[in-house]
């Protein structure tokens, strides 16, 4: 698990993951996935999946200049919750 920033165009449409595998435990298995978005109001995210030790999102839209934050908070089937934050920078490409 760690965090990471990326440029996205407002025009482009991505897939972006967050990688878990080394932080879950043997036998551990994400449950739930949810994403908190801060400072873009109109980066969209949508197709969030959990598989295995990632979870993945798409992305489209945003603003050019926007920074947007980006947390994916998990929970596992060992009652474990955490967050990771990434950043997107929305910028014309």
Do not use: C
């Amino acid at each position: 698990m760690a965090s990471w920033a990326k440029a996205k165009d407002p025009d482009a449409v991505l897939d972006y993951f967050f990688d878990w595998s080394e932080w879950l435990q043997d036998g551990e298995l994400i449950e739930t996935s949810t994403y908190i978005v801060a400072g873009s109001a109109t980066l969209e995210l949508f197709d969030e999946t959990i598989d295995g030790g990632h979870t993945k999102f798409w992305a489209r839209g945003g603003d050019a200049g926007d920074v947007a934050k980006v947390t994916n908070r998990v929970s596992t089937n060992q009652g474990r919750v955490d967050d990771d934050t990434a950043t997107l920078r929305i910028k014309s490409r």
